[in-house]
């Protein structure tokens, strides 16, 4: 096991040359491009409608950022009526290593495990399990006296019951009231302690059924179905599942979603015979570079989690994640496989948030540098309600949503439109990637 030293990317001249050839396009959007990427068929854009020329913009618009240092590489796909236009691998999955990003390259996907979450508890829901206004507490009980925080801190705190119990909706929208340890408030000071951290290698739990049973001691930051406060509610989700289903988290997923899907690199770890394929992930410096954040030698994804988190816990692949997000745009079917319904997939990806919520209910969260004007939400990811608040093109109903090493998606079923970039650095909004690939995408669609 070789040891890894902390670097910063800027300064590594030793690598320039290397960088800037691992730079040329892994994948590229030519007639030559016959077969298929991920199981979906490959291309020309000008036979989906968008132009060869204009796609041509992606590559450089994130080499920049890859040759100026900032980022290690990036991979970034767009697929529309179900064919892929556009992939490219740019730069390094390893700077250090001097490893390229390829089309195998794993992702720690953090936040957009939620929609997977999310379709996993509506498979359910369509099975009539439950409705999305049954109370919380019908399935898990120890939700039944969860109090809502009013003042003060720690051993201090006062707390009052709440207006109306939380409700399944409520874990997908972020409306439940629990919140993030990330997201100062003395609601997360309390959750810190009592070892509810978002990512599972930091909680001290045993398994998902003690974490959420922890986390329904703890008062709730808001009354449910009055705020929207991003939050664990995903991870609840996930508990969810298993107590309808029986199953454990991971193997419901598995069993109802990767394996149907053929998505055969998503897990919550990596097993060792695909550690090489596991990006590191990096984080930013004062000086603009990039430092080592998570090395895959000592990286906590090397083993199964004893805590399976719905929302923040899974990796994956660009090809793995380019068939789910593909499913969402067939309305729930890929390949022959349904795995939801169409108008489910539509429930899911229309906006949840009434006109009570105002019309930029997330911008507490400062999603992507700020840019969370004109969106609502959906379960488990944003839905565009005004293109022109967002000041970006995509249709009013695309969803999608991002994760925090620097990782997003959407999809717009108006274009029968999916795009990605996906690259590995954290926190996410540190540069506007979600943003640029969305003017990026959209400026290539011609017909």
């Not at 009052?160 to 439940?176: A, F, G, K, Q």
């Not at 997330?362 to 609502?376: P, T, V, Y």
């Not at 994760?403 to 108006?414: I, R």
Request: aromatic share 8%; with cysteine.
């Amino acid at each position: 096991m070789h040891q890894r030293k902390t670097f910063t990317v800027a300064l590594v001249s030793i690598l320039a040359a290397a960088l800037l050839a691992a730079c040329a396009p892994q994948g590229t959007d030519s007639a030559s491009d016959a077969g298929t990427l991920a199981g979906l068929p490959r291309v020309t854009p000008e036979s989906a409608g968008m132009s060869s020329e204009r796609l041509d913009r992606i590559r450089p618009a994130f080499e920049s950022y890859v040759t100026d240092g900032k980022l290690s590489g990036v991979i970034t796909a767009v697929a529309r009526d179900g064919k892929v236009v556009h992939f490219e691998a740019s730069g390094f999955q390893d700077v250090e290593a001097g490893e390229p990003m390829a089309e195998d390259t794993i992702f720690r996907m953090y936040s957009m495990t939620k929609p997977i979450a999310s379709a996993a508890l509506m498979i359910l829901w369509e099975e009539g399990h439950f409705l999305l206004s049954t109370p919380l507490s019908q399935v898990l009980p120890e939700f039944a006296g969860t109090q809502v925080y009013v003042s003060g801190d720690g051993d201090d705190m006062e707390t009052e019951p709440p207006r109306r119990p939380i409700v399944i909706r409520d874990l997908m929208t972020h409306t439940s009231g629990l919140t993030y340890t990330f997201i100062p408030s003395p609601v997360a000071a309390s959750y810190a302690t009592a070892g509810l951290e978002g990512s599972a290698d930091a909680v001290p739990h045993d398994d998902l059924a003690n974490y959420v049973r922890e986390l329904a001691k703890q008062p709730l930051l808001a009354h449910p179905g009055t705020a929207w406060n991003y939050s664990v509610g995903l991870e609840v989700a996930g508990r969810v599942v298993e107590v309808v289903s029986g199953q454990s988290f991971r193997d419901f997923l598995k069993e109802r979603i990767f394996d149907p899907l053929a998505m055969v690199d998503t897990d919550f770890y990596v097993p060792d015979e695909k550690l090489d394929r596991l990006a590191v992930n990096y984080a930013p410096t004062p000086e603009g570079g990039i430092v080592v954040f998570d090395d895959p030698e000592a990286s906590a994804y090397r083993k199964p989690p004893k805590v399976e988190m719905g929302g923040s816990g899974l990796v994956a692949t660009a090809g793995d994640y380019l068939r789910f997000a593909q499913m969402l745009a067939n309305g729930g079917e890929l390949d022959g496989v349904r795995i939801l319904g169409p108008e489910t997939v539509a429930l899911m990806m229309d906006n949840h948030l009434g006109a009570a919520y105002g019309p930029s209910p997330m911008s507490s969260l400062n999603l992507d540098m700020g840019m969370s004007e004109g969106m609502g939400y959906g379960l488990g990811g944003y839905s565009i309600t005004d293109t022109g608040l967002t000041g970006l093109p995509a249709s009013p109903g695309t969803y999608g949503w991002g994760g925090a090493a620097s990782t997003d998606f959407l999809v717009d079923p108006e274009e029968d439109l999916v795009a990605m970039v996906l690259t590995q650095l954290l926190p996410t909004g540190t540069y506007p990637l979600r943003p640029t690939m969305e003017v990026l995408t959209y400026q290539a669609i011609v017909e």
